[in-house]
């Protein structure tokens, strides 16, 4: 049952209900969450709920209706959250695990390390006990797997994720392993989860071939039930009468589990299919189905492969499967999770825009609008796992000036949306800033809210406020109404104003993010006329920021003398150079009447030949002449 708890109850209460609640033989668990916290308590016994309800401190007392407890969503609302080794599973994120089905060698396990982990995946995985249909297959090389395997992880900074077969093992592995997995053919022994339940390590518990999804939450409760709070689940297919492929890969248990469940649930398109030309596609599809982590095998050589050869993806399949995630994710409101290596001295800022941020202390991020703005979304997924401090600003050139005096260390502003163009303020600033440079870039998918106070009849809705570009995208939405149309500055400022007016006749149209700050509740998710309605954001920083480590994109502005072919002239330099312009926009300038500045994306191959050569050329071709930037794109 879960019991919730007062607000106001004390800790001598608390202990007193516990302890009453452990004499009747349940085992209790306290859960905090964001609005309430609750116990619960599970165990063989039963009381009448009615004699809980009566003790001091507890505010209600609700049975859990599912057979599995401590798994359920019904016991806790939000996300488990499973960290290990600085990576994060569960929540807005994908995490991906990737490495060969077993290790084989020392050699090629640290091949495989350096090829996932330079593609982008957190955990690195590996079998060194195989359990094999055929006793004459090949087993594994055990503790000594278990050694190449630890070797690697630590080379490159990557917890390791290895299948446990035995109870008997758990001595030998201890001191090698990060994450357990538990395989889909040990889904159901008991005394193997009893065992890992009480070792508390990270676990991932496959699902078995044949279980029904109750079945799987049930073998999860007993890893809970005996401590372990760090369950992830995994969806590695199931056995039906399809033989075109090894199994069926069941993608509509990953939305199933995220309702039922508070656990992460992981994905193995690999097993799951069992045909390497088959796992991307599906890895895809887990993701697009609210995955929070995949499980790939990758092999540099799979024709040598000792065991799951033709599942396993080649290193530059793999490689493009991590783009497609990075590109996949944001629609569904998911980040990639990227790695935060120790060895990167200050992670992962320091990949995507070269900040020098002293560990340990806040980043300051400037953007426009108010608290919740959508600019703040784009601030906290560009520096995910960076503390921030936020600084709301009033205009964009308030952003610019906070970044130019030191109040920010960053600002973020938003440049393009992906149906209405370009924001052209933004880039005008650009040119009464010369101190500014971009360091790095965010895409956005922009998902507008209906946003009322709690309980409003969306019917009786008299005026709804929002910035014109909010109402404008939600005209569809807004059709259906009878409500007035109110333009408003700010997509969250008009938030802001609903929430202090009081009155349930009044509604704004905002992010998700401003609905949470001013305790609003989200009338209606999802209200755009066009779901790909995207927004691209610019990181900026004062000019003297280091270059970010890595760079696949230039901006420049350049003006050209107002002669017959001169654009031509630099375009031509550009495309000798072999670069790929990505964006071409003319804007006035201001001054100037009917001439013009020119802004350009260019897409880099090589950092340094576009420095040493190429900039100098596109320099002389044109007039006025700036690098805004060099930068890692972030979609
Ligand atoms: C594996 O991950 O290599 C494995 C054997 O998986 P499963 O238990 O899902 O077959
Ligand atoms: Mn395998």
Same mark, same amino acid.
């Given at each position: 049952?879960?019991?919730?708890?007062?607000r106001?109850?004390?800790?001598?209460q608390?202990t007193?209900?516990?302890?009453?609640?452990?004499?009747?033989?349940?085992r209790?668990k306290e859960i905090?969450?964001d609005?309430?916290?609750? /116990?619960?308590?599970?165990?063989s016994?039963s009381?009448?709920?009615?004699?809980?309800?009566?003790?001091d401190?507890?505010?209600?007392?609700?049975?859990i209706?599912?057979?599995?407890?401590?798994?359920?969503?019904?016991?806790?609302?939000? +996300?488990?959250i499973?960290e290990?080794?600085?990576?994060?599973?569960?929540?807005?994120?994908?995490?991906?695990?990737?490495?060969?089905?077993?290790v084989?060698s020392?050699e090629?396990i640290?091949?495989?390390?350096e090829?996932?982990?330079?593609s982008?995946?957190?955990?690195?995985?590996?079998?060194?006990?195989?359990p094999?249909?055929?006793?004459?297959?090949?087993?594994g090389h055990?503790e000594?797997g278990?050694?190449? /395997?630890?070797?690697?992880g630590?080379?490159?900074?990557?917890?390791?994720?290895?299948?446990?077969?035995?109870?008997?093992q758990?001595?030998?592995?201890?001191?090698?392993v990060?994450?357990?997995?538990?395989?889909a053919?040990?889904?159901? $022994?008991?005394?193997?989860?009893?065992?890992?339940?009480?070792?508390?390590?990270?676990v991932?518990?496959?699902?078995?071939?044949?279980?029904?999804?109750?079945?799987?939450?049930?073998?999860?409760?007993y890893?809970?039930a005996?401590?372990?709070?760090?369950v992830?689940?995994?969806?590695?297919?199931?056995?039906?009468?399809?033989?075109?492929?090894? $199994?069926?890969?069941?993608?509509?248990?990953?939305?199933?589990?995220?309702k039922?469940?508070?656990?992460p649930?992981?994905?193995?398109?690999?097993?799951g299919?069992g045909?390497?030309?088959?796992?991307?596609?599906?890895?895809?599809?887990?993701?697009?189905?609210?995955?929070?982590?995949?499980?790939?095998?990758?092999?540099?050589?799979?024709?040598?492969?000792?065991?799951?050869?033709?599942?396993?993806?080649?290193p530059?399949?793999?490689?493009?499967?991590?783009?497609?995630?990075?590109?996949?994710?944001?629609v569904?409101?998911?980040e990639?999770e990227?790695?935060?290596?120790k060895?990167?001295?200050?992670?992962?800022?320091?990949?995507?825009?070269?900040?020098?941020?002293?560990?340990?202390?806040?980043?300051?991020?400037?953007y426009?609008?108010?608290?919740g703005? #959508?600019?703040?979304?784009?601030?906290a997924?560009?520096?995910?796992?960076?503390?921030?401090?936020?600084?709301?600003?009033?205009?964009?050139?308030?952003?610019?000036?906070?970044?130019?005096?030191?109040?920010?260390? #960053?600002?973020v502003?938003?440049?393009?949306?992906?149906?209405?163009?370009?924001?052209?303020e933004?880039?005008?600033l650009?040119?009464?800033?010369?101190?500014?440079?971009?360091?790095?870039?965010?895409?956005?998918?922009?998902?507008h809210? %209906?946003?009322?106070?709690?309980?409003?009849?969306?019917?009786k809705?008299?005026?709804?406020?929002?910035h014109?570009?909010?109402?404008?995208?939600?005209?569809?939405?807004?059709g259906g109404?009878?409500a007035?149309?109110?333009?408003? #500055? +700010?997509?969250?400022?008009s938030?802001?104003f609903?929430?202090?007016?009081?009155d349930?006749e /009044?509604?704004?149209?905002?992010?998700?993010?401003?609905?949470?700050?001013y305790? %609003?509740?989200i009338?209606?998710?999802?209200?755009?006329?066009n779901?790909? $309605?995207?927004?691209r954001?610019?990181?900026?920083?004062?000019?003297?920021?280091?270059?970010?480590e890595?760079?696949?994109?230039?901006?420049?502005?350049?003006?050209?003398? +107002?002669r017959?072919?001169?654009?031509?002239?630099?375009l031509?330099?550009?495309?000798?150079?072999?670069?790929?312009?990505?964006?071409l926009?003319?804007?006035?300038?201001?001054?100037?009447?009917?001439?013009?500045?020119?802004?350009?994306?260019?897409?880099?191959?090589?950092?340094?030949?576009f420095?040493?050569?190429?900039?100098?050329?596109i320099?002389k071709?044109s007039e006025?002449?700036?690098l805004?930037?060099?930068?890692?794109?972030?979609?």
């Amino acid at each position: 049952m879960i019991i919730i708890l007062n607000r106001d109850i004390t800790i001598d209460q608390k202990t007193v209900l516990t302890s009453w609640l452990e004499e009747k033989g349940f085992r209790v668990k306290e859960i905090v969450g964001d609005e309430e916290t609750v /116990l619960g308590a599970v165990g063989s016994v039963s009381v009448d709920p009615r004699s809980v309800e009566v003790l001091d401190g507890v505010k209600s007392v609700i049975p859990i209706s599912k057979p599995y407890k401590l798994a359920s969503r019904e016991l806790k609302k939000e +996300d488990t959250i499973i960290e290990v080794g600085g990576v994060k599973i569960g929540g807005p994120r994908v995490a991906v695990i990737a490495g060969p089905c077993a290790v084989e060698s020392q050699e090629q396990i640290m091949e495989t390390a350096e090829v996932v982990y330079n593609s982008g995946a957190v955990i690195l995985r590996g079998g060194a006990f195989k359990p094999r249909t055929s006793p004459y297959a090949f087993q594994g090389h055990g503790e000594q797997g278990l050694k190449w /395997l630890k070797t690697a992880g630590e080379k490159f900074d990557m917890p390791v994720a290895t299948e446990i077969v035995s109870p008997t093992q758990v001595d030998v592995m201890r001191d090698y392993v990060d994450i357990y997995q538990i395989g889909a053919r040990n889904m159901q $022994n008991f005394e193997l989860l009893k065992v890992i339940g009480e070792l508390g390590k990270p676990v991932i518990l496959k699902r078995g071939l044949s279980a029904k999804i109750e079945e799987w939450l049930m073998a999860a409760e007993y890893l809970l039930a005996h401590g372990n709070d760090n369950v992830m689940l995994c969806e590695r297919g199931i056995r039906t009468f399809e033989s075109y492929t090894r $199994n069926t890969l069941d993608i509509s248990a990953i939305p199933i589990i995220k309702k039922l469940s508070h656990l992460p649930i992981i994905t193995d398109p690999s097993h799951g299919t069992g045909l390497r030309g088959k796992v991307s596609p599906m890895a895809l599809a887990a993701v697009a189905a609210g995955t929070d982590g995949l499980m790939i095998e990758v092999h540099p050589h799979p024709e040598k492969a000792l065991s799951d050869g033709p599942q396993s993806l080649l290193p530059e399949q793999f490689d493009k499967l991590m783009k497609d995630i990075e590109a996949l994710s944001p629609v569904i409101n998911k980040e990639i999770e990227r790695p935060r290596r120790k060895s990167f001295a200050v992670h992962r800022t320091v990949m995507e825009s070269g900040a020098e941020a002293v560990s340990g202390s806040r980043l300051k991020v400037a953007y426009q609008g108010e608290p919740g703005a #959508y600019s703040e979304s784009a601030a906290a997924r560009h520096f995910s796992g960076t503390p921030l401090d936020f600084v709301p600003s009033k205009s964009f050139a308030a952003v610019f000036d906070a970044v130019l005096n030191g109040s920010a260390d #960053y600002g973020v502003i938003p440049v393009e949306n992906a149906l209405t163009g370009s924001i052209h303020e933004c880039f005008d600033l650009f040119l009464r800033y010369p101190d500014i440079k971009i360091v790095g870039e965010k895409q956005i998918r922009i998902q507008h809210n %209906l946003i009322g106070l709690p309980g409003t009849d969306i019917a009786k809705i008299r005026k709804v406020y929002s910035h014109p570009q909010g109402l404008a995208q939600c005209e569809r939405f807004l059709g259906g109404l009878i409500a007035e149309r109110v333009p408003y #500055y +700010d997509t969250a400022g008009s938030v802001a104003f609903v929430a202090e007016q009081k009155d349930p006749e /009044l509604a704004a149209i905002a992010g998700a993010g401003a609905a949470e700050v001013y305790g %609003l509740e989200i009338l209606k998710e999802g209200i755009e006329t066009n779901p790909s $309605n995207f927004t691209r954001f610019l990181i900026i920083a004062g000019s003297e920021h280091p270059e970010p480590e890595t760079v696949d994109k230039a901006t420049v502005v350049f003006s050209v003398p +107002d002669r017959k072919g001169s654009l031509v002239r630099v375009l031509q330099v550009i495309d000798n150079c072999g670069l790929n312009m990505k964006k071409l926009e003319s804007r006035p300038i201001h001054g100037k009447p009917w001439e013009y500045m020119f802004y350009s994306d260019i897409e880099l191959s090589s950092r340094d030949e576009f420095i040493n050569s190429s900039l100098d050329l596109i320099k002389k071709a044109s007039e006025d002449f700036r690098l805004l930037g060099i930068y890692k794109s972030g979609i």
